[in-house]
């Protein structure tokens, strides 16, 4: 379940002015809901709401083959092939990262060019009985196809012809060189439905297979997302809180807020941050118009950036994403017996010290000028994930609406794959 709280921005946005966005968000509520508007880019707002459970048993007979046959498996693919896989494990796996010799390790390359991170992976990797999926769904983006090449040719050094049976491939079903390669190969496959862009894909094999791999409940996942569905179907502000965000947000971009920071205080939270990061700046960020989404990691950041946030520019609001915690059994509490300087903490939970720093950071910023909003997500985890992925796809693609753009293109993102191709090709 997820709450949006705006008490925070009270000061900053009038009742008044977010009851006068009722008719822009009731053009952008039909916009987002009409299958024939922006057709061919909406498969994903459909997408839990489908049965696709043929889809489900795919990816999870893939994974179990992949997890029979290896005992690790690289994760080719970067933005949305990678971002939304990787937040659901950093927040459901904390440790899916291979730890000790007999974890299944799930661990993600492509997302760079650095060659020391290749390398020590190669060497990680004569350790360990691994497999590759690549993800991409155009099949042609740079980065993991280089990652994808040189570890599809290490395993091919390994295994022989038995390599094949180690890789798999997540790519458009129509189109591109990916899937004519995987065929010729012999590589197992599945779909990225085509009329569901990368940053959008992560409930489709783009981000389930993964998580199947991570032994994620990918089910549980769905059911939060079609929740969340349901409650995304109503055009009211106040009955649909990924609306009342879109709207906050809006208002506060308008009112000369350019930033906005999504802040967390569990670092589990943190790569979810850095898909949200993308999801809104690559749909919003166009024809001069967008605000630009940043990241704060508190309490962390409260001891680097929190003097800049407090009396800085004035240029920021924040969006505070906090998972409401189930409290059982004694949690970690700090002994009675402590030195006078930490008095204040004795026999207190860290878990309760969160709480109220989170509310002592909200009140100390808006004090300084900060509008904040808190969005708060409860329930059993993977569930939640779910939700939290379509409310923020749903909050950003009538967002985009509301600023006039097209949140489901990103023609600013080729400019420089342009450049680097043709430097290569001058090169080559
Ligand atoms: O959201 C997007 O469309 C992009 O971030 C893509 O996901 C990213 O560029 C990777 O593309 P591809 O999956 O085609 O390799």
């Known amino acids: 379940m997820i709450r949006v709280r705006t008490d925070g921005a009270a000061e900053w946005i009038s009742q008044p002015e977010l009851e006068r ?16 508007a922006d057709a061919g880019k909406k498969g994903w707002l459909f997408w839990p709401a489908e049965n696709h459970e043929e889809l489900w048993r ?6 179990g083959r992949i997890r029979a046959a290896a005992d690790a498996v690289v994760v080719v693919g970067i933005g949305g092939s990678y971002l939304g896989a990787r937040a659901a494990l950093t927040m459901l796996r904390p440790s899916s990262e291979w730890s000790g010799p007999r974890d299944f390790g799930v ?10 991170y290749l390398e020590r992976l190669l060497e990680d990797l004569e350790a360990r009985e691994p497999a590759l999926v690549m993800i991409s769904k155009s099949g042609s983006t ?6 994808f090449h040189v570890l599809r040719r290490y395993l091919e050094r390994r295994y022989g012809p038995g390599a094949k049976r180690r890789i798999y491939v997540v790519t458009d079903p129509e189109r591109g060189a990916l899937r004519e390669y995987a065929r010729e190969k012999g590589y197992g496959h599945l779909p990225v439905p085509p009329d569901i862009g990368g940053r959008y894909s992560v409930l489709t094999a783009v981000g389930m297979l993964p998580m199947a791999l991570a032994g994620i409940d990918i089910r549980a996942v769905m059911e939060g997302a079609r929740r969340e569905w349901a409650l995304c179907r109503n055009p009211g502000l106040w009955e649909n809180p990924a609306y009342l965000y879109a709207a906050c947000r ?30 809104f700046g690559e749909s919003q960020g166009k024809g001069g118009r967008g605000l630009f ?42 002994p009675g017996d402590v030195d006078e ?69 990103q023609p600013g993102v080729e400019a420089y794959k342009r450049k680097l191709k043709e430097r290569l090709d001058r090169r080559g």
């Not at 966005?21 to 987002?32: E, G, I």
């Not at 795919?58 to 994974?63: G, H, I, L, P």
């Not at 802040?263 to 993308?278: F, H, K, N």
């Open 21 to 36: 966005m009722a008719d822009q968000l009731d053009a952008a509520h039909r916009r987002l809901w009409d299958p024939g």
């Open 58 to 63: 795919a990816v999870e007979e893939t994974a």
């Open 107 to 116: 661990v993600f390359a492509g997302h760079q060019l650095s060659e020391g």
């Open 142 to 147: 740079l980065e993991p196809g280089a990652a």
């Open 250 to 279: 809006h208002l506060l971009y308008l009112g000369g807020r350019p930033v906005e920071a999504l802040v967390t205080y569990e670092p589990r939270l943190g790569d979810v941050a850095r898909w949200w990061q993308q999801l």
């Open 293 to 334: 989404p940043a990241l704060l990691h508190y309490t962390t950041d409260l001891h680097s950036l929190g003097q800049l946030v407090q009396e800085g520019p004035r240029l920021l609001f924040e969006t505070v994403l906090h998972l409401v915690e189930r409290r059982d059994g004694t949690g970690v509490t700090i």
């Open 341 to 409: 300087a930490s008095r204040r903490l004795a026999g207190k939970r860290l878990a309760d010290l969160q709480e109220a720093a989170i509310v002592a950071v909200m009140e100390a910023h808006r004090e300084g000028g900060v509008p904040n909003l808190l969005i708060e997500a409860a329930g059993p985890e993977p569930e939640v994930f779910g939700e939290l992925v379509f409310f923020f796809e749903v909050a950003c693609a009538v967002g985009g609406y509301l600023l006039a753009v097209d949140p489901f293109d």
